[in-house]
């Protein structure tokens, strides 16, 4: 309960208790004036009617007022909980473009990487094909000076 509540409530009951004490004098007679007559009625029942009908109107209005609140608040944790959900279903969303992004980013990486291995395989070939056709005419010239110089000409070539 809230402190304004409590404060309320305490006045109430002290004017019940004055009420109660007094209850004598309350109930005492007295000419009333309604505007166009006069009639006898006990004055301070009067006013005590009077303000337990503001009480009541006020601790019915307070109830409106607090179940209007509390509906709201249900309604506003519903949206919230539907917008989280609808976040969440995004974000897994996201997360799954995102996997499927990376896999297809990967396989086209492995295939590029394919490509580059088979073109440096290529050029090593190639390289070591130029390589030993060199080295192989190194040694044939090799062999003809050795040839030339030991005294056979012609004994090499076939």
Do not use: C
Request: no cysteine.
């Amino acid at each position: 309960m809230s402190a304004r509540t409590l404060f309320v409530l305490l006045v109430l009951l002290l004017l019940v208790l004055f009420s109660w004490l007094n209850w004598g004098e309350v109930t005492k007679p007295t000419s009333l004036s309604l505007g166009l007559t006069r009639v006898q009625a006990p004055l301070g029942l009067v006013l005590v009617v009077a303000l337990g009908v503001v009480s009541l109107l006020y601790l019915i209005f307070t109830i409106g007022l607090e179940t209007a609140a509390l509906l709201e608040v249900r309604r506003y944790a519903r949206e919230l909980l539907h917008y989280k959900k609808l976040a969440e279903e995004a974000e897994q969303s996201r997360y799954t473009e995102l996997r499927r992004y990376l896999e297809e980013e990967l396989k086209r990486l492995a295939e590029v990487e394919k490509e580059e291995i088979r073109a440096l395989e290529a050029r090593i070939a190639e390289t070591l094909e130029k390589h030993g056709n060199t080295l192989a005419a190194y040694i044939g010239e090799l062999e003809d000076q050795l040839l030339k110089l030991l005294g056979r000409p012609g004994e090499g070539k076939g």
